[in-house]
Protein backbone atom coordinates (compact mmCIF):
# COMPACT_ATOMS: atom_id res chain seq x y z
CA UNK A 1 0.00 0.00 0.00
CA UNK A 2 1.29 3.42 -0.93
CA UNK A 3 0.90 5.95 1.82
CA UNK A 4 0.31 9.07 1.45
CA UNK A 5 2.46 11.42 3.29
CA UNK A 6 3.40 15.16 3.71
CA UNK A 7 6.83 16.84 3.59
CA UNK A 8 6.74 17.46 7.44
CA UNK A 9 5.63 13.55 7.80
CA UNK A 10 8.52 12.37 5.83
CA UNK A 11 11.13 14.52 7.82
CA UNK A 12 9.29 13.19 11.03
CA UNK A 13 10.21 9.34 9.82
CA UNK A 14 14.02 10.00 8.89
CA UNK A 15 14.85 11.75 11.94
CA UNK A 16 12.97 8.29 13.36
CA UNK A 17 15.21 6.39 10.90
CA UNK A 18 18.50 8.10 11.96
CA UNK A 19 17.81 8.42 15.89
CA UNK A 20 17.17 4.30 15.82
CA UNK A 21 20.15 3.73 13.58
CA UNK A 22 22.81 6.16 15.77
CA UNK A 23 21.07 5.73 18.92
CA UNK A 24 18.39 2.95 19.88
CA UNK A 25 20.88 0.48 17.42
CA UNK A 26 24.21 0.74 19.51
CA UNK A 27 21.92 0.88 22.99
CA UNK A 28 20.28 -2.74 22.03
CA UNK A 29 23.68 -3.83 20.14
CA UNK A 30 25.51 -3.38 23.93
CA UNK A 31 23.32 -5.10 25.70
CA UNK A 32 23.44 -7.75 23.62
CA UNK A 33 27.02 -7.78 24.28
CA UNK A 34 26.59 -7.43 28.23
CA UNK A 35 23.69 -10.20 28.38
CA UNK A 36 25.81 -12.39 26.39
CA UNK A 37 28.42 -11.64 28.91
CA UNK A 38 26.36 -13.44 31.44
CA UNK A 39 27.25 -17.07 30.80
CA UNK A 40 25.06 -19.89 29.35
CA UNK A 41 22.26 -18.60 26.52
CA UNK A 42 19.99 -21.33 26.88
CA UNK A 43 18.98 -20.55 30.55
CA UNK A 44 19.80 -16.33 29.83
CA UNK A 45 16.33 -14.81 29.24
CA UNK A 46 18.38 -11.23 29.28
CA UNK A 47 19.84 -12.00 26.31
CA UNK A 48 16.84 -12.99 24.41
CA UNK A 49 14.76 -10.13 25.41
CA UNK A 50 17.71 -8.41 24.38
CA UNK A 51 18.30 -9.96 20.84
CA UNK A 52 14.20 -9.60 20.77
CA UNK A 53 14.67 -5.99 21.22
CA UNK A 54 17.53 -5.68 18.32
CA UNK A 55 15.33 -7.31 15.83
CA UNK A 56 12.11 -5.14 16.77
CA UNK A 57 14.18 -2.04 16.18
CA UNK A 58 16.01 -3.23 12.64
CA UNK A 59 12.34 -4.49 11.73
CA UNK A 60 10.66 -0.46 12.70
CA UNK A 61 13.87 0.54 10.62
CA UNK A 62 12.97 -1.15 7.87
CA UNK A 63 9.41 -0.53 7.73
CA UNK A 64 10.27 2.98 7.83
CA UNK A 65 12.57 2.56 4.74
CA UNK A 66 10.06 0.89 2.81
CA UNK A 67 7.16 3.50 3.59
CA UNK A 68 9.69 6.17 2.60
CA UNK A 69 10.43 4.38 -0.86
CA UNK A 70 6.81 3.42 -2.13
CA UNK A 71 4.95 6.90 -0.43
CA UNK A 72 3.06 9.46 -2.59
CA UNK A 73 4.06 13.15 -1.39
CA UNK A 74 0.49 15.14 -0.68
CA UNK A 75 0.75 18.79 -0.21
CA UNK A 76 -0.73 20.13 3.12
CA UNK A 77 -1.21 23.43 1.26
CA UNK A 78 -5.63 24.38 1.16
CA UNK A 79 -7.65 27.42 0.81
CA UNK A 80 -8.43 29.96 3.53
CA UNK A 81 -11.92 28.57 4.27
CA UNK A 82 -11.22 25.18 3.01
CA UNK A 83 -10.80 22.51 5.15
CA UNK A 84 -7.12 20.55 4.32
CA UNK A 85 -3.95 18.46 6.36
CA UNK A 86 -2.94 20.20 9.35
CA UNK A 87 -5.63 22.10 9.89
CA UNK A 88 -7.37 21.89 13.48
CA UNK A 89 -11.17 21.67 12.59
CA UNK A 90 -13.90 22.62 14.91
CA UNK A 91 -17.19 20.50 14.02
CA UNK A 92 -20.52 20.61 15.65
CA UNK A 93 -22.06 17.34 15.52
CA UNK A 94 -25.94 17.71 14.66
CA UNK A 95 -27.15 14.48 16.65
CA UNK A 96 -25.25 14.95 19.79
CA UNK A 97 -26.05 18.92 19.76
CA UNK A 98 -21.56 19.17 20.69
CA UNK A 99 -18.91 20.94 19.40
CA UNK A 100 -15.49 19.06 19.12
CA UNK A 101 -12.16 19.87 17.74
CA UNK A 102 -10.03 17.75 15.58
CA UNK A 103 -7.11 18.32 13.26
CA UNK A 104 -6.79 16.26 10.23
CA UNK A 105 -3.96 14.45 9.27
CA UNK A 106 -2.42 12.15 7.11
CA UNK A 107 -3.08 8.06 8.02
CA UNK A 108 0.31 7.58 9.64
CA UNK A 109 -0.48 9.95 11.98
CA UNK A 110 -4.11 9.48 12.41
CA UNK A 111 -4.91 8.89 16.48
CA UNK A 112 -8.71 9.67 17.36
CA UNK A 113 -8.39 9.25 20.90
CA UNK A 114 -5.63 12.42 20.52
CA UNK A 115 -7.84 14.22 18.35
CA UNK A 116 -6.19 13.51 15.25
CA UNK A 117 -8.57 12.43 12.23
CA UNK A 118 -7.18 10.58 9.46
CA UNK A 119 -8.00 11.67 5.79
CA UNK A 120 -8.67 7.71 5.33
CA UNK A 121 -11.47 8.15 8.51
CA UNK A 122 -15.18 8.43 6.98
CA UNK A 123 -14.95 11.71 8.93
CA UNK A 124 -11.98 12.69 7.84
CA UNK A 125 -13.05 11.90 4.30
CA UNK A 126 -15.96 13.85 4.41
CA UNK A 127 -14.30 17.10 5.70
CA UNK A 128 -11.14 17.30 3.24
CA UNK A 129 -11.61 20.39 0.68
CA UNK A 130 -15.04 21.50 2.75
CA UNK A 131 -15.85 24.95 3.13
CA UNK A 132 -16.14 26.78 6.29
CA UNK A 133 -20.03 26.90 7.41
CA UNK A 134 -20.49 23.70 5.11
CA UNK A 135 -22.90 20.84 6.77
CA UNK A 136 -21.48 17.72 5.50
CA UNK A 137 -22.93 13.94 5.63
CA UNK A 138 -20.31 11.39 7.15
CA UNK A 139 -20.94 8.25 5.22
CA UNK A 140 -20.51 5.18 7.95
CA UNK A 141 -21.25 2.38 5.84
CA UNK A 142 -22.99 3.82 2.20
CA UNK A 143 -26.63 4.09 3.99
CA UNK A 144 -26.41 4.89 7.33
CA UNK A 145 -24.54 8.60 8.73
CA UNK A 146 -24.58 11.31 10.54
CA UNK A 147 -23.70 15.07 9.77
CA UNK A 148 -21.78 17.54 11.15
CA UNK A 149 -21.23 21.25 10.23
CA UNK A 150 -17.74 23.07 9.90
CA UNK A 151 -18.00 25.83 12.34
CA UNK A 152 -13.88 26.77 12.79
CA UNK A 153 -10.83 26.20 10.59
CA UNK A 154 -7.29 26.57 12.34
CA UNK A 155 -5.00 27.03 10.17
CA UNK A 156 -2.00 28.19 12.04
CA UNK A 157 1.38 25.89 12.72
CA UNK A 158 1.15 23.90 15.78
CA UNK A 159 1.90 25.47 19.46
CA UNK A 160 2.75 24.29 22.67
CA UNK A 161 -0.89 23.64 23.18
CA UNK A 162 -0.67 20.97 19.95
CA UNK A 163 2.43 19.05 21.55
CA UNK A 164 0.48 18.56 24.91
CA UNK A 165 -2.75 17.36 23.52
CA UNK A 166 -0.42 15.40 21.07
CA UNK A 167 -1.18 17.26 17.71
Do not use: C, W
Amino acid sequence: MREQLTKSDIKKIEEEIEHRKLVVRKEAIEAVKEARAHGDLSENFEYYAAKRDKNQNESRIRYLERMLRTAVVISDQSEEDEVGLNNRVTLYFEEDEEEEIYKLVTSIRGNSLKGMISTESPLGKAILGRKLGERVQVKIDGQEGYFVEIRAIDKTPGDEEDRIRGF
